[in-house]
C-alpha cells in the first residue's frame, strides 16, 4: 500500500513540497494542515492551524501518516518533533533544542563563535547602555552596524543600519518599546557584512549531511535591493558567486562544523539546516540559520531536484544520510513573487486574481497567499503567489517568467522586475 504524508504550512513553500511529494511513486495521499487553494489541488487539506500540535498529533495518529513534514518554523520552536517522536510519529524537522539554530540567535552566534565558524562579529547586549556604546563604536568610525532581536521575529528582526540615528531607532524599538515581546530582551550586535547573499538547504540526519542546489533570494521589495526587507520576493538556482569552490568550503567549514557541534552539545540537528550566507571578499560566513526550508527558495529548488524527494527526507529521519546522493537535474529555475499592494507593509485582501488558466504549461503557479471566494481565487496574503519557471539558460527561463507574469492580474499586484538579473551581470 501507499504512503500517506502529512505537509503542514499554507505558504508557497509547502506548496512546492506538496508538488514535488506529489510526483513520489511511493506516496498513496498527501495530506496539508492547513495548506491553500493551490495545495488543495495536489492534496487533501485539513482545517487545523501550523501551531496546534495536539490536534496535529491526533490526525496524523489517526489516519496512519507514515511521515509529517513541516514547513514553518513556529510548530518546531514549540516541539513539535520532540511531541511527535515521543509517540512513534515519523516526522521531518529539528527538535526544538536543535531548532534553537533558528530560534535564537544568541545560541547561535555563540556555538559559531565556540566552534569557529565564520560569521560577522558580535556582541551580545541585555543593558541598553552598553548596547548604544556598542552602536556608538561601530558609528563614530563611520561603519553601519546590524542590530539582531534574540528571538523569532517573523523577518522583523533585524535592521542593517547604515548610521547612529537608524541604530538607535532600531535599539529603542526592541529594547524599550519592546516591539518584538521577549524576542528582544536580548540583542545582537554586530558587524556589517558586504557582499552576495546564497541560502543553502542541507539536509541532515544529525550527523550526515546532504547538500541540495544553491539558490539566491531577493529580500528588499523593490528592484536593484532598494526599499525594506520582505521575506523574500523572488529567487533563482545556482548563482553564479557561488562556485563549487566556494560550496566545498561551505560544506567544511561551516555546515561540517555546525552539525558536529550541535551533535557534540547533544542536539543533533535533523531536518533542513538553511544557511543564510554572505560571499563576502574573505570568503562565505554565516548571516544566520534557519531549521526549515526557506519561502520562496523552496519553490525553485523542487523543480531541480531529480527523482523522488521522499526517500531523501525518510532516510534524513531515520539517520541513514551516508552516502546518499541527490542528482540535479539539467538548466537553471527561476521564481518571481506577485505581491499586494503595501506589502511588506499593511495590505489588504480579497482582490480577485485573473489569468491563472491562460499560463503556458510550463509555469509552475505556487500559491502564496490566496484564497477561495465564489469559487475564483482571490488575494489573501502580503505575498500572493510564486510563479516558477524553467529554463535551459537563465536568460531564457528570465524571459519566459516574465512573459507569463503579464497575463496574471489582480489590483495592486507588484513584483521585482530584476530577479535573476544579478546572475547575468557575471556573465552566465
Ligand atoms: P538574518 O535573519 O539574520 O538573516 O537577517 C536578515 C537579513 O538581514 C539577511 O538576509 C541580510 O540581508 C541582512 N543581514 C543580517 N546580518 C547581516 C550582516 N551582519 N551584515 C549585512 N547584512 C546582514
Ligand atoms: N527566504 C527567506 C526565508 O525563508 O527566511
Known amino acids: 500500500m501507499g504512503k500517506k504524508v502529512l505537509v503542514i504550512g499554507s505558504g508557497g513553500r509547502e506548496h512546492a513540497l506538496v508538488w514535488k511529494l506529489a510526483q513520489s511513486p511511493q506516496i498513496e495521499k498527501i495530506y496539508a494542515a492547513p495548506g491553500n487553494p493551490g495545495i488543495a489541488e495536489l492534496a487533501q487539506c485539513i482545517d487545523i492551524a501550523v501551531d496546534d500540535i495536539d490536534k496535529l498529533l491526533v490526525f496524523a495518529q489517526g489516519e496512519g501518516i507514515d511521515l509529517t513534514i513541516v514547513g514553518p518554523e513556529a510548530p518546531l520552536m514549540a516541539g513539535i518533533v520532540d511531541r511527535f517522536q515521543e509517540t512513534g510519529l515519523k516526522i521531518f524537522g529539528p527538535t526544538a533544542a536543535a531548532a534553537r539554530l533558528e530560534g535564537s540567535k544568541v545560541f547561535t552566534k555563540e556555538l559559531m563563535k565556540k566552534y569557529g565558524v565564520p560569521t560577522a562579529s558580535f556582541d551580545v547586549f541585555q543593558d541598553i547602555d552598553q548596547a548604544r556604546s556598542c552602536i556608538r563604536n561601530y558609528t563614530d568610525q563611520g561603519k553601519a552596524v546590524v542590530i539582531k532581536a534574540d528571538g523569532l521575529a517573523a523577518g522583523k528582526g533585524v535592521v542593517v543600519a547604515k548610521d547612529a540615528e537608524e541604530a538607535y531607532q532600531a535599539l529603542d524599538s526592541i529594547m524599550v518599546q519592546q516591539s518584538l515581546g521577549a524576542a528582544g530582551t536580548r540583542v545582537v550586535i554586530e558587524e556589517c557584512l558586504y557582499g552576495e547573499e546564497v541560502s543553502l538547504f542541507v539536509i541532515s540526519d544529525g550527523y550526515d549531511f546532504v547538500s541540495l542546489i544553491s539558490a539566491q533570494d531577493h529580500k528588499q521589495v523593490f528592484d536593484n535591493d532598494q526599499g525594506p ?190 530577479i535573476g538579473s544579478k546572475s547575468l551581470r557575471q556573465g552566465v
Open 229 to 418: 526587507n520582505t521575506g523574500g520576493m523572488g529567487a533563482y538556482v545556482n548563482p553564479p558567486v557561488y562556485t563549487p569552490q566556494l560550496h566545498q568550503k561551505v560544506e567544511e567549514s561551516i555546515v561540517r562544523p555546525v552539525l558536529k557541534a550541535m551533535a557534540a552539545e547533544g542536539y543533533p540537528f535533523q531536518g533542513v539546516l538553511y544557511a543564510g550566507l554572505m560571499i563576502t571578499a574573505e570568503g562565505p560566513k554565516v548571516l544566520e540559520f534557519n531549521a526549515r526550508f526557506g519561502d520562496p527558495e523552496t519553490q525553485v529548488v523542487m523543480p531541480m531536484i531529480e527523482g523522488d524527494i521522499l526517500p531523501l527526507l525518510e532516510a534524513a529521519v531515520d539517520k541513514d544520510l551516508a552516502g546518499y546522493q541527490v542528482n540535479i537535474v539539467p538548466g537553471t529555475c527561476i521564481c518571481v513573487v506577485l505581491a499586494s499592494a503595501g506589502y511588506p507593509g499593511n495590505y489588504e485582501k480579497g482582490k480577485l486574481i485573473s489569468g491563472l488558466d491562460d499560463l503556458n504549461r510550463e509555469a509552475i503557479v505556487f500559491h502564496s497567499g490566496t484564497a477561495k471566494k465564489d469559487g475564483k481565487p482571490v488575494t489573501n496574503g502580503g505575498r500572493v503567489l510564486a510563479l516558477t519557471v524553467r529554463g535551459d539558460t537563465m536568460e531564457e527561463a528570465i524571459d519566459k517568467v516574465y512573459r507569463e507574469i503579464k497575463k496574471i492580474y489582480f489590483e495592486g499586484m507588484h513584483y521585482r522586475t530584476d
